[in-house]
Nanobody
């Protein structure tokens, strides 16, 4: 059974930082590219960052490039999203994603709120 469990969200002031974590299980983690998405209220779910199976190739949405860093630990089946210089427009539910065996899998999401 594939499981993706996010953690690390919370309330942070503008300019602050948070580190999100996603614990993966139930599939061969090192064989899957991993992604972080986010969804703000009333908006579509958007891709934030992508990391290749080995972790050497990363891609970012223009809106977070230079502020967010995606990484992974294939020994621990974990993927991370380091978020710096957070702004109110980063407020959203953040989801971990894997595409395995022709199926999309999602975590339950973790809320990130950026507000003073």
């Amino acid at each position: 059974q594939v499981q993706l469990v996010e953690s690390g969200g919370g309330l942070v002031q503008p300019g602050g930082s948070l580190r999100l974590s996603c614990a993966a299980s139930g599939f061969p983690f090192s064989r899957s590219a991993m992604r972080w998405y986010r969804q703000a209220p009333g908006q579509e779910r958007d891709l934030v960052a992508d990391i290749s199976r080995g972790g050497l190739v990363t891609k970012y949405a223009d809106s977070v490039n230079g502020r967010f860093t995606i990484s992974r630990d294939n020994n621990r089946d974990m993927v991370y999203l380091q978020m710096n210089s957070l702004a109110p427009e980063d407020t959203a539910v953040y989801f971990c994603h894997a595409f395995i065996w022709n199926t999309d899998y999602w975590g339950q999401g973790t809320q990130v709120t950026v507000s003073s």
